[in-house]
């Protein structure tokens, strides 16, 4: 099955995300069907903060080691797409294509002095002339695209999601990812705002694997969450290290 064909199913595809190529092992070994780079998980393994601090280059090498590791689709957080010029964004979209990436993410906001969503209609302007390119070089890849009202605790997020959801549908992307909506009747609204698979992320409050799917939920991801747990746990194995001057806490 094809990986937007992954979508289209009455049980909502898990991806898995990854940083590494051991990452990417074990989510085939577990017999996930998909899996997604975390950007911040990533960026963090390479010693940055999130927000396009490690340039493209570092991150064609992260991704060719985990498809040289794996068999499973592979989708690529492009964050927002190292570069504002929809040329160059589209450039990196292809390279990631001609590797054997079979899809996106790429997100309506940036982060300079903290994180800010991009102005709806222009990044709509801009999808759609990244479509254009790729079509002309014909390149087909699934373009999930991630809107951020909610993951920034805007005020109006639901009614904000709405309208964005509604301009980037209108240029042909193939998904839209809200990460941070948590509440039923908010996933509930925006999965029947649009034709478009929806794609939540995993939070404390989001609801389980069943209820999503009884939403119509067709996506759930990981971010940066399972990476950050087991980075605590590594700190936690060497502090037990350090107090007990011992390896026994490793075993």
């Not at 009747?185 to 925006?190: G, L, R, W």
Request: hydrophobic residues 45%; charged residues 20%.
């Amino acid at each position: 099955m094809n990986f937007k064909n992954l979508h289209k199913q009455n049980t909502p595809l898990i991806i898995c995300n990854v940083w590494d190529a051991a990452s990417a092992k074990t989510a085939e070994k577990l017999n996930f069907k998909a899996i997604g780079t975390s950007s911040a998980a990533i960026a963090n393994m390479l010693g940055y903060v999130d927000g396009e601090q490690m340039n493209f280059a570092e991150l064609v090498y992260i991704v060719k080691r985990i498809l040289a590791s794996t068999s499973l689709p592979l989708t690529v957080d492009i964050e927002a797409g190292f570069s504002r010029n929809p040329t160059e964004i589209a450039a990196h979209i292809k390279t990631l294509a001609d590797l054997g990436v079979v899809g996106i993410n790429i997100e309506d906001s940036i982060v300079t002095n903290g994180r800010t969503l991009l102005n709806a209609a222009d990044f709509a302007k801009d999808l759609s002339v990244i479509k254009q390119l790729l079509k002309e070089n014909e390149v087909n890849i699934f373009i999930n695209v991630r809107t951020d009202p909610f993951l920034l605790g805007r005020n109006n997020a639901l009614m904000e999601t709405k309208e964005r959801i509604k301009r980037y549908e209108s240029v042909g992307i193939d998904g839209i990812f809200v990460p941070c909506i948590t509440n039923e009747s908010d996933i509930s609204v925006v999965v029947n705002h649009t034709t478009l698979p929806i794609n939540v992320m995993c939070m404390p409050d989001l609801p389980d694997f069943n209820a999503l799917k009884k939403l119509n939920v067709k996506r759930i991801s990981m971010g940066n969450f399972v990476f950050d747990s087991l980075s605590d746990r590594f700190e936690d194995a060497l502090g037990s290290i350090v107090e007990s001057q011992s390896f026994k806490p490793v075993f």
